[in-house]
C-alpha cells in the first residue's frame, strides 16, 4: 500500500518569513495530493491540492510542488501569521480506486511574533 | 461545500460497552465513506472504507468484529465500537468523497 513521509515534525518559523513541508510517497498510482491544516480538536481543513497533471498550484500564500519522478510534493506558506500556527498533513490518494487517504505523519507549525 | 456531519461529538462510556457513532452526508449522496481514528499528536489513520449496500473494507491490523460498520442508505454510514477499552480511546473522524475528502467534524471518544 501506499505509504508518506513527512518533514519536518515541528517548524518555528519568525512572523513574515516563508515556511516549507516537504513530502515524500511511495505508490506511483497515486493521482491527488491534498494538504490539511488542522487545530486541535477539530477536523482537517483542506487548504490545497493538486494532482499529477499538474506540477505546481498557488493559492494567494499557499503554493504546492509535485515531483512525479521523484515521488515528492511540497508545501510553501509565504508571509506567515500567528494564525498559520496549527499542524499540516500531507495526504496521497488514487482517485480511481477507492479514494481513500493516505497521510503523513503532520507537522507542527508555530509562527512566532 | 459538501457538509458532512457525525453525531455524538464527544461521548464517555465505560469499558466492556458499546458505542455508536454516525455519520452523515448532508447535501449529497456518497456510495462510499472513510473511517480515521487519530491519537493524540499523531496523524490520521485509516480505519475502514465503508460501501453503500455492501460490507466495509478493513485496514490491516483493525478488528472488523470489534469496529462494525454499517453503510444502509447514501447519506449515513455508523461506526460501531464493541466492547470498548480504554485503548480505543480517541477521535474518530469519518469522511465523503465527492472530488475532495469532505472530513466531519469528529467524535471524542473516552473510555473509562
Known amino acids: 500500500g501506499e505509504n508518506v513521509e513527512q518533514h519536518p515534525s515541528t517548524l518555528s518559523v519568525q512572523e513574515g518569513d516563508s515556511a516549507v513541508i516537504k513530502c515524500t510517497y511511495s505508490?506511483?498510482?497515486?493521482?491527488?495530493f491534498p494538504w490539511y491544516k488542522q487545530e486541535l480538536g477539530k477536523r482537517p481543513q483542506l487548504i490545497i491540492d493538486?494532482?499529477?497533471?499538474?506540477g505546481e498550484k498557488k493559492d494567494q500564500r499557499i503554493a504546492v510542488t509535485l515531483n512525479k519522478t521523484a515521488k515528492h510534493f511540497s508545501l510553501h506558506i509565504t508571509e506567515t501569521q500567528p494564525e498559520d500556527s496549527a499542524v499540516y498533513f500531507c495526504?496521497?490518494?488514487?482517485?480511481?480506486?477507492?479514494?481513500?487517504?493516505?497521510f503523513g505523519t503532520g507537522t507542527r507549525l508555530q509562527v512566532t511574533l | 461545500g459538501a457538509v458532512v456531519s457525525q453525531h455524538p461529538s464527544r461521548v464517555i462510556c465505560k469499558s466492556g460497552t458499546s458505542v455508536k457513532i454516525e455519520c452523515r452526508s448532508l447535501d449529497f449522496q456518497a456510495t462510499t465513506m472513510f473511517w480515521y481514528r487519530q491519537f493524540p499528536k499523531q496523524s490520521l489513520m485509516l480505519m475502514a472504507t465503508?460501501?453503500?449496500?455492501?460490507?466495509?473494507?478493513?485496514e490491516q491490523g483493525v478488528e472488523k468484529d470489534k469496529f462494525l460498520i454499517n453503510h444502509a442508505s447514501l447519506t449515513l454510514s455508523t461506526l460501531t465500537v464493541t466492547s470498548a477499552h480504554p485503548e480505543d480511546s480517541s477521535f474518530y473522524i469519518c469522511?465523503?468523497?465527492?472530488?475532495?475528502?469532505?472530513f466531519g467534524p469528529g467524535t471524542r471518544l473516552t473510555v473509562l
Open positions: 495526504a496521497a490518494s488514487n482517485t480511481g480506486t477507492a479514494s481513500k487517504l493516505t
Open positions: 505508490d506511483s498510482a497515486s493521482n491527488y
Open positions: 493538486i494532482r499529477s497533471n499538474v
Open positions: 469522511s465523503a468523497w465527492r472530488n475532495e475528502q469532505f
Open positions: 465503508s460501501n453503500e449496500g455492501s460490507k466495509a473494507t478493513y
